[in-house]
């Protein structure tokens, strides 16, 4: 089994910045994609960014120059950088991780969100 932990959600004031962590563990092999999802209330959960194995990205366009997705396959963490934040931002946010198991072969994996909240 794997297990994602996020933390690094929390209240911040329009414009301001926050940095989320989501670090996998258990039997991993390896870790292939990386994502950040949000959802906000009363919306779908959506793709924030994306990082491949081999450091590759991709962001909602909307998103693109203010997020920043990285990855460290050492720690088997991913890592989300958020600046410039609005209260549009508002949303928990989830990662996901396509993760090689021993044993078990490739499975998809989801953290238990982290609340971002954005507000003066």
């Known amino acids: 089994q794997v297990q994602l932990v996020e933390s690094g959600g929390g209240l911040v004031q329009p414009g301001g910045s926050l940095r989320l962590s989501c670090a996998a563990s258990?039997?991993?092999?390896?870790?292939?994609?990386m994502n950040w999802y949000r959802q906000a209330p009363g919306k779908q959960r959506a793709l924030v960014a994306g990082?491949?194995?081999?450091?590759?990205?991709t962001y909602v366009d909307s998103l693109k120059g203010r997020f920043t997705i990285s990855r460290d396959n050492a720690k088997n963490t991913v890592y989300l950088e958020m600046n410039s934040l609005s209260p549009e931002d508002t949303a928990v946010y989830y990662c996901?991780?396509?993760?090689?198991?021993?044993?078990?072969?490739?499975?998809?994996?989801w953290g238990q969100g982290t609340q971002v909240t954005v507000s003066s």
């Open positions: 996901n991780m396509d993760v090689a198991e021993l044993r078990a072969g490739v499975g998809g994996y």
């Open positions: 258990g039997s991993i092999v390896t870790i292939y994609a």
């Open positions: 990082i491949a194995r081999d450091g590759r990205t």
